[in-house]
Every structure is written in structure tokens, then in C-alpha cells.
């Protein structure tokens, strides 16, 4: 009797190992796409909270310093590790309704100041100082410069500063409210912000693209907005 064996075919099992090898890989792509994602998820999400993140202006209430629609990069970490100066651009919470939920203005005094508004123009009396001695907003634009009033009065109004108390006002003084006007309404809020309000300072400035135009040109205005990265007045030092 002749017994007649079967030759099992390799062939058959080699493609199954390779199809077995190709699902496996494209598994562990599938998984190694969704592990790079979620990092990317983490990452975006930590700079942004803790961090940095981009901000668009809205409105002329900076002119010139800035303009209109131009973006700026704005950190969150540098009141957290530091306090607030004067001189600060920064982008805070006014608390005053709605509509309105931040502001970007100019930190003028600090806590201990002894301020005062006269003649439209801007005096401070520090802890250093015995005097009142007027500020030099060398980022004021002529249209501005001499010309911050308080309800659009030319006496004198003094104010003092106590613990976390900071005195802030747009660089466009008299075509927008900020302390001075208790950002629109003293009836329910005071003229101060603290530190805690604050949310971002300026980090960057960018500009705005007019991709119309294909220019850095503000339409309204007709400025030229190029960046200008770490040499925009979004901090200055004054020496008193």
C-alpha cells in the first residue's frame, strides 16, 4: 500500500505572517498617531493656560502705541513669577459687563503711589520720592500728550494707592474710559484693579496682515503695522 502525502504549502502560512505583521504595524501607527496627538493637545493647552497665547486688538484704545485688529503674543507666567510694574501693557478683566471682557491699558501706578492728574497732565509721589514729579509718557503721540483729563476737567484729582491697587489708563487718553472713569461706571466698582484681574502681559507684537492687500498696511488708518517683536512700548521704565 502506497500512502501519498500532501506537501503543506509555505507559501499559504509566509502571506498570513505578513498580513498578520502589516496589522500589527498599521495598529501601532494608528496608536503612536493618536499618543503624538494628545501630546500636541497637552502641550497647545498648557502654553495657552499657563503660558503664552496670541491676542488680537480690537479697537483704537492704544493708539498709537497699538493699532486695531494687530496681533500680539501675550504671556501669562511673567505675574506669576513677578509683580506687575509700572509702565506694564497688559491685557486684564474689567468686570464690567458682558460686552466687554478685556481690556488692554497701561499700568501707570503702583501700589503706594500717591498720584495726581492736573493740567492734563500725569504726577506720581512714590515711596522715594517727598514730591509729586510728572511722568515722561514718552509713548504718548502729540495728539495725547498733555492732554489726560479726568472727566474731561482740568483741576486737580489725586488718588492713593493701597495694597494691590493698580492705576491703569489707555495711551489714546480721551477717546476711551479707564480708571479715571472706573472703566465707565464708579457706581459699582472702584478705580483700581488688583493683580488678580490681570491676565496676560505683552510679550510679542506681531502685526496685521492684509491679506487683500497682501501688505502690512491697517486699512482704516493706512499705518504700516510690521512686526515689531520685542521693540513695541510694551513696557517702559521710568526713572524716578
Not at 12 to 28: A, G, P
Not at 77 to 101: C, E, H, M, Q, T
Not at 161 to 188: G, I, K, P
Not at 201 to 209: A, E, P
Request: proline share 3%; glycine share 2%; hydrophobic share 40%.
Amino acid at each position: 500500500m502506497f500512502f501519498k502525502f500532501k506537501k503543506k504549502d509555505s507559501t499559504v502560512e509566509v502571506k498570513n505572517n505578513e498580513d498578520e505583521t502589516i496589522n500589527s504595524q498599521s495598529k501601532s501607527e494608528i496608536l503612536d498617531f493618536f499618543k503624538d496627538l494628545l501630546i500636541i493637545i497637552v502641550v497647545v493647552v498648557v502654553i495657552r493656560t499657563f503660558i503664552a497665547m496670541p491676542f488680537q486688538i480690537s479697537g483704537q484704545s492704544m493708539y498709537s502705541s497699538y493699532y486695531d485688529r494687530e496681533f500680539i503674543i501675550v504671556d501669562r507666567i511673567s505675574y506669576i513669577l513677578w509683580n506687575p510694574s509700572r509702565g506694564d501693557v497688559i491685557v486684564f478683566k474689567p468686570y464690567v459687563n458682558d460686552a466687554k471682557k478685556y481690556f488692554l491699558k497701561r499700568i501707570i501706578w503702583v501700589p503706594g503711589d500717591t498720584i495726581k492728574i492736573e493740567e492734563g497732565n500725569v504726577f506720581i509721589k512714590n515711596k522715594n520720592t517727598s514730591d509729586f514729579v510728572q511722568l515722561d509718557e514718552v509713548y504718548l503721540n502729540e495728539e495725547n500728550k498733555g492732554n489726560t483729563f479726568v472727566w474731561i476737567s482740568k483741576w486737580s484729582h489725586q488718588y492713593e494707592l493701597a495694597n494691590d491697587q493698580y492705576f491703569v489708563m489707555w495711551d489714546n487718553r480721551n477717546h476711551s474710559t479707564d480708571s479715571r472713569e472706573c472703566f465707565s461706571n464708579c457706581v459699582w466698582r472702584s478705580e483700581f484693579i488688583s493683580k488678580k484681574d490681570m491676565i496676560w502681559k505683552i510679550f510679542l507684537d506681531f502685526w496685521y496682515f492684509n491679506f487683500k492687500k497682501f501688505d502690512f498696511i491697517q486699512p482704516d488708518l493706512w499705518i504700516d503695522t510690521t512686526p515689531r517683536f520685542f521693540s513695541s512700548p510694551s513696557t517702559y521704565s521710568h526713572n524716578l
